[in-house]
T-cell receptor, first 112, second 111 residues
Framework: GENVEQHPSTLSVQEGDSAVIKCTYSDSASNYFPWYKQELGKGPQLIIDIRSNVGEKKDQRIAVTLNKTAKHFSLHITETQPEDSAVYFCAASKSSARQLTFGSGTQLTVLP | SQTIHQWPATLVQPVGSPLSLECTVEGTSNPNLYWYRQAAGRGLQLLFYSVGIGQISSEVPQNLSASRPQDRQFILSSKKLLLSDSGFYLC??????????FGEGSWLTVV
């Protein structure tokens, strides 16, 4: 089955700096890669996703890049703000949501 | 727009007592529904999923069960809770396709 590895497990950045979280996947048939943000005590919230026919996608300060050849994808957050502090999860799947495999999460802390 | 409601938000139950967590989705028809458990604030483990009324698939053997009595209602149950059942439980839904949307979660503490 699919295996998703996420790095780093913890990340601290100064407010205004950029943050990058990386994930690798094992199944070359995976074609959907979402990212979730989870604040303390709440459910994960979808923040951005990308499909395998696209190499990059942006939404304001957030971007995701996908390298299908290397089987890795990354989340980029620019101009970080304290409210960006949360746990971020990457995930990968091929044919259905049931097969969504999550990474282990990254605790991002933005220092004021 | 679609919304998902999950309750109760928190509960403390003694060992051996029953459990019922409920989840409803609004604004969509025939969604796929899921129950996840999250331990230690990180890993998301899929427990059950359902593609329709009365259709439940279990991903892991455990002390829990799920039911889907109505199209947009999903229930997580246990007859006798164990200490190891403590955790953060998340209901989620998806339509055709890959995108999963989560509820706010339920904190269960078994004492």
């Amino acid at each position: 089955g699919e295996n998703v590895e996420q790095h780093p497990s913890t990340l601290s950045v100064q407010e205004g700096d950029s943050a990058v979280i990386k994930c690798t996947y094992s199944d070359s048939a995976s074609n959907y890669f979402p990212w979730y943000k989870q604040e303390l005590g709440k459910g994960p919230q979808l923040i951005i996703d990308i499909r395998s026919n696209v190499g990059e996608k942006k939404d304001q300060r957030i971007a995701v890049t996908l390298n299908k050849t290397a089987k890795h994808f990354s989340l980029h957050i620019t101009e970080t703000q304290p409210e960006d502090s949360a746990v971020y999860f990457c995930a990968a799947s091929k044919s259905s949501a049931r097969q969504l495999t999550f990474g282990s999460g990254t605790q991002l802390t933005v220092l004021p | 727009s679609q919304t998902i409601h999950q309750w109760p938000a928190t509960l403390v139950q003694p060992v051996g007592s029953p459990l019922s967590l409920e989840c409803t989705v609004e604004g969509t028809s025939n969604p796929n529904l899921y129950w996840y458990r999250q331990a230690a604030g990180r890993g998301l483990q899929l427990l059950f999923y359902s593609v329709g009324i009365g259709q439940i698939s279990s991903e892991v053997p455990q002390n829990l069960s799920a039911s889907r009595p109505q199209d947009r209602q999903f229930i997580l149950s246990s007859k006798k809770l164990l200490l190891s059942d403590s955790g953060f439980y998340l209901c989620a839904w998806s339509e055709a396709g890959n995108t999963i949307y989560f509820g706010e979660g339920s904190w269960l503490t078994v004492v």
